[in-house]
């Protein structure tokens, strides 16, 4: 089975600053990765994800993530923050199983 | 435009009472889930479908029911067994085993938020 660890649940940043967003799985086997935003009341939005390949991955809003496959960690960052990013990320994990989420990190963006 | 359509976005439950919460995808996906999100616990797979007439249990499947009869449709059912049914509800689709790597990517609904009385 796998397991998704986001390390922190609230980061809070100030606009224009850099942020970091930490994930960690955990597998005994190959995994695809995904990072979703969900902005208030609404549903899921995927922002990137990594099926294989390159392991820095570009998505959406500027956004992008590193697979390490030796830390288990794909970490999502950004440059550069604006006040439109105040939402909650989830990192999820799937692997031999259905596709399982972390419990989200509410990144607060302040002006 | 092509997605997932989640009806009604708000639905209130009497004590004793079942109800039934709408999806429906014209992505032409195989695949359909049913996840509950509560504050704090990210989200929890309820059931999933691969194909027509077939679905499994998720990891919380208690006091929930689901059919699938058609590839655009998965309806939820929160029976009067489900205890704490207050939760934000999502639909999610994808390509399912025809679709290899990309089969694994999930597109959700805007979400439907059960709220009992």
């Known amino acids: 089975a796998q397991s998704v660890t986001q390390l922190d649940s609230q980061v809070p940043v100030f606009e224009e600053a850099p942020v970091e967003l930490r994930c960690n799985y955990s597998?005994?086997?190959?995994?695809?990765l995904f990072w979703y935003v969900q902005y208030p009341n609404q549903g899921l939005q995927l922002l990137l994800k990594?099926?294989?390949?390159?392991?820095l991955v570009k998505g959406i809003n500027g956004f992008e993530a590193e697979f390490n496959k030796s830390q288990t960690s794909f970490h999502l960052r950004k440059p550069s923050v604006h006040i439109s990013d105040t939402a909650e990320y989830f990192c999820?994990?799937?692997?031999?199983?259905?596709?399982?989420f972390g419990k989200g990190t509410r990144l607060s963006v302040i002006a | 435009d092509g997605g997932i359509t989640q009806s009604p976005k708000y639905l209130f439950r009497k004590e004793g009472q079942n109800v039934t919460l709408s999806c429906e995808q014209n992505?032409?996906?195989?695949?359909m889930y049913w996840y509950r999100q509560d504050p704090g616990q990210g989200l929890r797979l309820i059931y999933y479908?691969?194909?027509?007439?077939?679905?499994q249990k998720g990891d919380i499947a208690e006091g929930y029911s689901v059919s699938r009869e058609k590839k655009e449709s998965f309806p939820l059912t929160v029976t009067s067994a489900q205890k704490n049914p207050t939760a934000f509800y999502l639909c999610?689709?994808?390509?399912?085993?025809?679709?290899?790597?990309?089969?694994?990517?999930?597109?959700f609904g805007p979400g439907t938020r059960l709220l009992v009385l």
């Open positions: 992505l032409n996906h195989d695949a």
């Open positions: 479908s691969q194909i027509v007439n077939d679905f």
């Open positions: 999610a689709s994808s390509l399912g085993l025809a679709g290899g790597q990309r089969q694994e990517t999930q597109y």
């Open positions: 597998s005994s086997v190959s995994v695809y």
């Open positions: 999820a994990v799937k692997g031999n199983t259905p596709l399982v």
């Open positions: 990594y099926l294989s390949g390159s392991t």
